[in-house]
């Protein structure tokens, strides 16, 4: 099935330290910038948040939307996100990014975006290989969630 993935991102956040950089120009994902003063119309998607349902098969053919930001900004950015989203959140997954963040406290369940973008899509039954292959973690994200379709 093509991807049809939207990252809605928060133009603050590094572009270097990005898990989701080497995503750009890939077919079926389209990158938008937050501004706060801009809708975006996203449809009916599956939004990826740790409040949601668990993810699972039901779930198969809507199109996901990421948001990609500091988790203190999430809420700001949904705001401005018009449609109908489905929200679904990831059985207990280890991330191999190295988080370091020294004014506030990640969830402990917390992934790197692209880790959160390929389990999302692999447990929908769309294992897309291609997703981690600019991911420097990739071997040891895989190898700490051996339950993850490859």
Same mark, same amino acid.
């Given at each position: 099935? *093509?991807?049809?993935?939207?990252?809605?991102?928060?133009?603050?956040e590094?572009?270097?330290? @990005?898990?989701?950089?080497?995503?750009?120009?890939?077919?079926?994902?389209?990158?938008a910038?937050?501004?706060g003063?801009? /809708?975006? %119309?996203?449809g /009916?998607?599956?939004?990826?948040?740790?409040?949601?349902?668990?993810?699972s098969?039901?779930?198969?053919?809507? =199109?996901?939307?990421?948001?990609? @930001?500091?988790? /203190?900004?999430? =809420?700001?950015?949904?705001?401005?996100?018009?449609g109908?989203?489905?929200?679904?959140?990831?059985? =207990?997954?280890v991330? %191999?990014?190295?988080?370091?963040? #020294?004014?506030?406290?990640? =969830?402990?369940?917390?992934?790197?975006?692209?880790?959160?973008?390929?389990? %999302?899509?692999?447990?929908?039954?769309?294992?897309?290989?291609e #997703?981690?292959?600019?991911?420097?973690? /990739?071997?040891?994200?895989?190898?700490a969630?051996?339950?993850? *379709?490859?």
């Amino acid at each position: 099935m *093509p991807l049809d993935v939207l990252i809605l991102r928060d133009p603050r956040e590094a572009t270097k330290k @990005c898990s989701l950089t080497p995503l750009r120009g890939t077919s079926g994902i389209q990158f938008a910038t937050y501004d706060g003063t801009r /809708r975006l %119309a996203a449809g /009916r998607r599956l939004l990826l948040s740790p409040a949601g349902e668990l993810i699972s098969e039901r779930d198969r053919g809507l =199109p996901l939307l990421l948001v990609d @930001c500091a988790w /203190r900004k999430v =809420p700001a950015l949904l705001k401005t996100i018009d449609g109908e989203l489905v929200a679904r959140r990831l059985p =207990p997954l280890v991330t %191999a990014y190295p988080r370091k963040s #020294l004014t506030f406290e990640d =969830p402990h369940e917390g992934l790197a975006s692209v880790e959160a973008l390929y389990a %999302a899509l692999a447990l929908l039954g769309e294992v897309h290989p291609e #997703l981690l292959a600019g991911y420097h973690w /990739r071997e040891q994200f895989l190898a700490a969630n051996p339950a993850l *379709p490859r």
